[in-house]
């Protein structure tokens, strides 16, 4: 008996409606029951009785309202902590997947979170907000995600793709969006991996889009991509020095890059590195 109870107790802990209506229906009958009886006994005359009922009706509407307000309110703020939780949660599993991925690639230690940091960073100086820069970020850590389709010939191999091994490795972000549009939550953050490969003069893949027509998160990334890859070493190449990094991105600006953008990024570039390398 003891046990059931103890379950029935729970159940309704945690039914953020039983707990609403639960309150709501015992203050509401105290607050009947002991205005009732309080002008039952102050207030004798039947007429005096009648205005004083209806502002009490009144006095009832409107402080049950503010109660729901404040108690719906509660449970609303106790739903999205829950969800923000929930969300972290997703976005650790996430982060594990991508730093095997990493490993696997063989990529720099770092690498995805440090362009997450930068695009985040440009995202903002861009004037994105709220969840435009949660698809950044998302968008961002899983850019390559495609990628897992791929064989580690093709990954990894220190020289030049041939022909043939070029055109398997563009059907990556093909097949990333396909991936990100089977999980609800990330089916918004899928502009980055369909779409940092294209260029703004319209000469990139896989849709060949041009200009504007590019996603903006994805044209954002695209900026933080090519430092990232030319300011790191890779299997088939070296790091290049700084200054020659800053200077091929001010030549891909208006051809394979959004002028604009790397304006921004050339402009805030002490604070976008330092966000970068987390220093």
Known sequence: MRASAERLLAVIKLSPQSRTAGIYMLLSAAWIWFSGHVLGYLVHDPHRLIVYQIAKGWGFVLGTGILLYWMIGRTVQRLRIANQHLLDSHEQALRVLVEAMDIRHKETSDHSERVVRMALGLGRLKG????????????????????????DAILIKPGKLDEEETKLMRTHPRMG??????????RAASAIPYSHHERWDGTGYPQGLKGEQIPLAARIFSVVDVWDALSFARVYK???????????????????????????????????????LNT
């Open 128 to 151: 994105l907000e709220s969840d435009a820069l949660r698809d950044v970020k998302f968008g961002a850590l899983l850019h390559d995600i495609g990628k897992l389709a791929l064989p």
């Open 238 to 276: 070296p790091a290049w020095p700084e200054p020659e990094v800053l200077d091929y991105l001010r030549d891909a600006a208006g051809g394979q890059l959004d002028p604009h953008l790397v304006q921004l990024f050339l402009d805030h570039y002490s604070e976008l590195k330092a966000l970068a």
């Open 177 to 186: 969006y396909d991936m990100l549009q089977r999980v609800d939550f990330l």
